[in-house]
């Protein structure tokens, strides 16, 4: 299922400046490139398909593959293996992000200086939604689209972004434009009052991010539960490939 993509490892250091290592699988040849963040199932089918929507558009793609197996989904699997992963990843944090955002910050950086003129856009779902909203804020990245943005899983009133963070990536939303957050209003893990939290957190005094909410009780925006959420998943779907058409296409 992957075939035609390319793959390449990449090191780097984690905010606590340990070192590590993650595969990372890029397709297409665009002027500018999505950065897919998987989501805690996992890169299935439904990932992949959302790569090929990108590509379809122009784009390069570029999808970290930060845990469990390829190809298929493993809900629970992944969930045993994430919880192995805590130097990595902090479920339950709030008020601090995940140490793999400062890996997640130098892949960007790696992509962007591959090619000068590149723009990078990042996706984060689910266990990784919080991360876009933290990745806005590095120079790298110039758009951003949080889908299902979960973590703390424990504390659904709280962000899993530091003050400091926050304030960096109201600074940068400033700079660069708005960022698109998604979720569907039944969902069970990225509920009501975290999108109230990160409306409060950004959109006090202007719309920093533009807060998309969907009819009934599926998850996974714009992968699993695409299909089931019918024409305004698809609708959604639409809107994140047009922003980052918009935000990432050279003017002119």
Same mark, same amino acid.
């Given at each position: 299922m992957l075939e035609g993509f390319t793959k390449r490892p990449f090191s780097a250091a984690l905010s606590d400046g340990y070192r590590v290592r993650h595969d990372v699988y890029s397709r297409g040849e665009g002027p500018a490139t999505v950065i897919i963040i998987q989501e805690l $199932? @996992? /890169? @299935? $089918?439904?990932? *992949? %398909? *959302?790569a090929d929507a990108f590509v379809a558009r122009g784009f390069r793609v570029v999808m970290p593959h930060l845990l469990g197996p390829l190809g298929k989904i493993s809900l629970v699997g992944n969930l045993v293996r994430v919880f192995c992963?805590?130097? =990595?990843? %902090?479920l339950f944090e709030k008020n601090q992000s995940s140490p793999i955002v400062d890996w997640l910050k130098a892949l960007c950086r790696d992509e962007q200086a591959g090619d000068g003129t590149r723009r990078i856009g990042v996706v984060g779902m689910c266990l990784t939604g919080n991360f876009a909203l933290s990745l806005i804020a590095d120079d790298a990245v110039l758009a951003a689209v949080a889908s299902q943005p979960s973590l703390p899983f424990n504390d659904q009133d709280a962000l899993h972004m530091s003050s400091a963070e926050i304030a960096s990536a109201r600074a940068s939303i400033d700079q660069k434009g708005s960022v698109l957050a998604l979720r569907f209003e039944g969902d069970p893990l990225c509920k009501a009052p975290k999108f %109230? &939290? /990160?409306? =409060? &957190?950004f959109n006090d005094d202007a719309q920093r991010v533009e807060m998309i909410e969907l009819p009934g009780k599926g998850h996974s925006v714009l992968t699993l539960d695409l299909i089931k959420g019918g024409a305004p998943a698809q609708a959604a779907l639409d809107r994140v490939l047009h922003y980052f058409e918009s935000r990432l296409r050279a003017p002119g």
């Open positions: $199932p @996992g /890169i @299935g $089918p439904e990932t *992949l %398909s *959302l992963m805590r130097r =990595q990843f %902090s %109230s &939290a /990160i409306d =409060q &957190a």
